[in-house]
């Protein structure tokens, strides 16, 4: 708060005429930025494009602001509205597809942490797999890591385009499980 009032030019008790807790202030921000992720999908396409859609959006969206991932990522979302909003399209693209309802969160929970982490990702350094003069302990590392530079594309972008197809494939391959086994023992491993 007392960054955000020397930034206002103003004092921190001035601020809090205006809201009432930092939460409240992260609120709005988590918000202003969720409103920006797309998720005009839901509702025209099947869900595991409009998840894919939605996925890149938010990837994309949250690169930008990446420093704010760790706050916005464990702040409830009850004073967010277009956060609100956002989940409640996702939510209920999930469900029309298929979803059973007591998997729809915990789908968009397995999404949304691979999405953060790859947000995270888009704003590492290019040369952090360098492993400097130490090639001796990781060879086989070494060699993938020189590979996969002259591929021509920003890793962090390969590597969340694999990891979400990976990720869509499964989640595809899970609902199909649960539609043909519905009362199957064998989706213990799904949580059912």
Not at 31 to 42: G, K
Not at 57 to 77: D, M
Not at 123 to 131: G, N, T
Not at 133 to 148: I, K
Request: a negative charge; glycine letters at 6%; one cysteine or more.
């Amino acid at each position: 708060m007392r960054a955000l009032a020397r930034e206002l030019r103003t004092a921190v008790s001035a601020l809090y005429n205006h809201v009432s807790s930092k939460d409240e202030v992260l609120n709005w921000v988590q918000d202003d930025v969720n409103d920006a992720i797309d998720t005009s999908s839901f509702g025209s396409e099947p869900w595991d494009i409009a998840l894919t859609r939605w996925a890149r959006s938010y990837r994309e969206t949250f690169a930008k602001h990446s420093p704010l991932i760790p706050v916005i990522a464990v702040l409830p979302i009850a004073g967010a509205p277009h956060t609100l909003t956002m989940y409640e399209r996702v939510a209920e693209g999930l469900r029309t597809g298929g979803w059973p309802e007591d998997m729809v969160v915990d789908t968009i929970v397995a999404v949304e942490s691979f999405i953060l982490g790859s947000a995270m990702d888009a704003s590492a350094p290019e040369w952090i797999f360098d492993v400097g003069d130490r090639c001796d302990l990781a060879p086989a590392f070494t060699d993938a890591v020189a590979a996969r530079r002259g591929s021509g594309r920003p890793a962090s972008d390969r590597a969340f385009v694999l990891g979400l197809n990976a990720l869509i494939t499964g989640l595809q391959n899970t609902l199909k499980e649960i539609d043909e086994f519905p009362n199957s023992a064998g989706l213990a491993s799904f949580g059912r």
